[in-house]
C-alpha cells in the first residue's frame, strides 16, 4: 500500500513539473525582480507618437487583410478601431517599466517596418496610352472616369516617373489605408501595366494583435541579424490586456544580446 502511494506521488510530482515550467514560461514576472520604476519612463515626444498611430493603423490593416471579404474591397481602414489600438499602444508603453526588464529595455525600438506601404502604391503606364500625358503635365484628369474617381475619392498624388517605353507611377494616400482593396481598384480599369504595393525590402520588428481569445494579446517582435535578407534572429513579448489591465503574457524567441 506504502508502494503504491509513492508511486502514485511520483506520477503526480512528474505531470506537475512540466506545468510549473509552462507556468514561468507563460508568467516570467513570477519570478523577475523589476528594475526599473515609473520614473526611469522617458514621455513620448510628437514624432514617437506617431509612429505608435502608424503602428496601429497597421494592426487595422493586418485585421482587415485577414479578412476575405474585406481584402480587396475596404480602402478606408475604420479610424475608430486605429484610434482603439493607438492608445492602447500608448498605455503599454506607459506601463512597459512593469512588464519585464528585457521588455522595458527594447520597448523603444519596436515599430512595424512596412508601414510605408499603407500610405503608397506603384503602378506602370504604357505610354501608348494617350490618357498618360495628362499626369505628365502635372493635370490629375485623364478623361478616363474610372481612374479620374479613384484619384479624386481616395484623394491622392500623383509622382511620375518617366521611361523609356512607359511611365512609373507613384499615389500617394495623406491617410492610412488598405492597399490591397486600392489596388484591385486600379486594376479593374485596364488601363495599367501593373499595379503593386510600394517595395518591401527583407524584414524588421512589428508590433500585431491577436483577438480571436476575447481579449487582446498585443505581440511585439524584435528582429535582428541580415533583416535585408529577412532577419536571423527574432524576439517575441505578447502583451495581453483584459479588462483595462495590462500585463506580460508570454515571452520567447532567441536570446537577447
Same mark, same amino acid.
Given at each position: 500500500?506504502?508502494?503504491?502511494? +509513492? ?24 519570478? &523577475?525582480?523589476?528594475?526599473?520604476? &515609473? ?33 480587396? +474591397? ?18 503599454? /508603453? ?10 522595458? +529595455? ?13 500610405? /503608397? ?30 484619384? &479624386? ?25 488598405? !492597399? /490591397? ?36 494579446? /498585443? ?8 533583416? !535585408? ?20 503574457? +508570454?515571452?520567447?524567441?532567441? !536570446?537577447?544580446?
Amino acid at each position: 500500500m506504502k508502494e503504491d502511494i +509513492e508511486q502514485i506521488m511520483k506520477k503526480l510530482i512528474s505531470l506537475l513539473i512540466p506545468l510549473i515550467i509552462i507556468s514561468c514560461i507563460r508568467n516570467p514576472l513570477g519570478f &523577475e525582480h523589476l528594475k526599473y520604476s &515609473e520614473e526611469d519612463l522617458v514621455p513620448l515626444n510628437d514624432s514617437t507618437k506617431t509612429l505608435y498611430y502608424k503602428d496601429a493603423a497597421f494592426i487595422e490593416f493586418l485585421l482587415v487583410s485577414e479578412d476575405s471579404l474585406r481584402r480587396y +474591397e475596404q480602402v478606408h481602414l475604420n479610424e475608430n478601431n486605429t484610434q482603439e489600438y493607438y492608445i492602447d499602444l500608448l498605455n503599454i /508603453y506607459n506601463n512597459s517599466y512593469s512588464l519585464g526588464n528585457s521588455f522595458f +529595455e527594447n520597448i523603444s525600438k519596436i515599430h512595424t517596418y512596412c508601414t510605408h506601404i499603407l500610405y /503608397y502604391i506603384s503602378a506602370s503606364v504604357d505610354t501608348s496610352k494617350l490618357w498618360i500625358t495628362q499626369w505628365i503635365n502635372d493635370n490629375p484628369h485623364t478623361g478616363i472616369i474610372g481612374i479620374d474617381s479613384l484619384i &479624386e475619392n481616395y484623394d491622392l498624388d500623383i509622382f511620375i516617373y518617366k521611361r523609356r517605353n512607359r511611365v512609373d507611377v507613384k499615389l500617394k494616400s495623406d491617410i492610412a489605408i488598405n !492597399p /490591397y482593396a486600392l489596388i484591385q481598384k486600379f486594376q479593374n480599369t485596364g488601363e495599367f501595366r501593373y499595379v503593386s504595393l510600394s517595395t518591401i525590402v527583407g524584414g524588421g520588428n512589428k508590433i500585431s494583435l491577436d483577438i480571436s481569445k476575447g481579449y487582446k494579446i /498585443y505581440q511585439y517582435s524584435l528582429k535582428w541579424g541580415d533583416c !535585408p535578407m529577412g532577419c536571423s534572429y527574432r524576439h517575441y513579448w505578447k502583451i495581453k490586456i483584459y479588462n483595462d489591465k495590462i500585463t506580460l503574457f +508570454e515571452e520567447s524567441g532567441d !536570446p537577447l544580446g
